[in-house]
């Protein structure tokens, strides 16, 4: 959800006024770990059909994923929309590890949301990153039960902790384009009145 929290936000922030360049103002501290822990996700999703090692060793992957993120997020612990974000992504962590390591996902959420099209490759368990919720399954209130269906263009299931995430996201960015903007004013009215 945050692709989709961050092109809110600019649409948000567009017709508020607010100035895209704003976003290159916000001050992330080491962007590498949040870059790192990105591109890992991003591999364990696409190439775990590839490469059998990712999904022997998907729990420690996506450990260490989390663990940059964590370590990422700590740094940045001063900026209030980051705790924002820091509370997904612990919501996030607890159930995945609550549950060996794999987000899990609702059967029914996918097909509310129409993604019909993702079960048999999860059910057939073949995601890194995504197993089936079950009636095992622990702390089922934080998996992916959520579901933003049809007409929204990109419906999905989703958790608790990735709304918090995108809230986090949207605020984050919307904040920045808004600021530029009274930052931008508030120079122009002291040049006018000195």
Avoid at 53 to 79: C, P, Q, T
């Amino acid at each position: 959800m945050i692709f989709d929290s961050l092109g809110a936000s600019l649409i948000y922030g567009t017709l508020r006024r607010g100035k895209i360049s704003g976003i290159a103002d916000i001050d992330i501290k080491k962007p590498s770990l949040f870059i790192t822990a990105f591109a890992l996700e991003f591999g364990m999703l696409n190439l775990a059909n590839k490469f059998h090692a990712i999904m022997e060793y998907r729990s420690y992957i996506h450990f260490f994923v989390y663990l940059l993120l964590f370590i990422g997020l700590w740094y940045n612990k001063d900026n209030r929309y980051f705790r924002i974000i820091s509370v997904g992504v612990l919501l996030n962590f607890i159930v995945i590890f609550a549950n060996g390591g794999r987000m899990p996902v609702s059967i029914d959420a996918l097909k509310a949301a129409g993604l019909n099209n993702l079960i048999p490759e999860l059910q057939a368990n073949k995601i890194a990153t995504h197993q089936v919720l079950t009636s095992s399954t622990r702390l089922k209130f934080l998996a992916d039960v959520l579901v933003l269906p049809k007409p929204y263009p990109l419906p999905k299931a989703f958790s608790i902790g990735d709304f918090i995430m995108a809230t986090g996201t949207f605020l984050l960015v919307t904040n920045a384009m808004l600021k530029k903007v009274k930052n931008h004013d508030g120079t122009r009215a002291k040049e006018q009145n000195s």
